[in-house]
């Protein structure tokens, strides 16, 4: 079974801001998401809606990409009726591919693992260190990310293998 823990021995032996990967970033920042506004259930669903999606992250670039350079690997093409990333598009279905979102009907779920939130806070103070001002950044881009969350598109929880 794959777990946060192991993902994180795997991804992140050198873990920098310089360092870091975009679907790493966005796994982290995702799972913070999940315990910040869910940390009883930790299911929070997201939209699918590709407009929206690339719209927020397009502004939240703009935002913190002096911050977090890694953002600066969303390079959005604004020649069609909404800016647009292949780079986010990307780093989303890797998420997907790896386990780490779920599609359910129009929405995305943010697979949690028993081990998550040990692994995250001990990959987020490796990256963020003791600088107050990462921490507000990423506090900031998380809290942002909320825009993003829609309804539960099924009745009750999602079963547990799926959790």
């Keep these: 079974m794959e777990t946060d823990k192991k993902q994180s021995r795997d991804s992140f032996k050198n873990l920098t801001l310089d360092g870091i990967s975009l679907v ?3 796994r982290l920042a995702l799972k913070q998401l999940v315990h910040s506004v869910d940390p009883e259930h930790h299911e929070v669903f997201l939209t699918r809606d590709t407009r929206k999606l690339h719209a927020l992250f ?5 935002r913190y990409q002096n911050t977090f ?11 069609g009726a909404f800016p647009y990333s292949g780079g986010l598009r990307e780093a989303l279905e890797i998420l997907l591919l790896s386990g780490g979102l779920l599609y359910i009907e129009d929405a995305m779920a943010i697979k949690w693992y028993p ?3 040990q692994a995250i806070d001990a990959d987020l103070n490796k990256l963020l260190g003791d600088e107050e001002n990462l921490w507000l950044n990423f506090g900031g881009f998380v809290f942002e990310l909320e825009a993003l969350i829609v309804p539960s598109p099924i009745n009750g929880r999602l079963p547990e293998g799926l959790r």
């Design 69 to 79: 350079s890694v953002l600066k690997k969303m390079n959005f093409y604004n020649q």
């Design 58 to 62: 397009f502004g939240l670039r703009e």
């Design 24 to 26: 790493t970033f966005l």
């Design 115 to 117: 081990d998550s939130k």
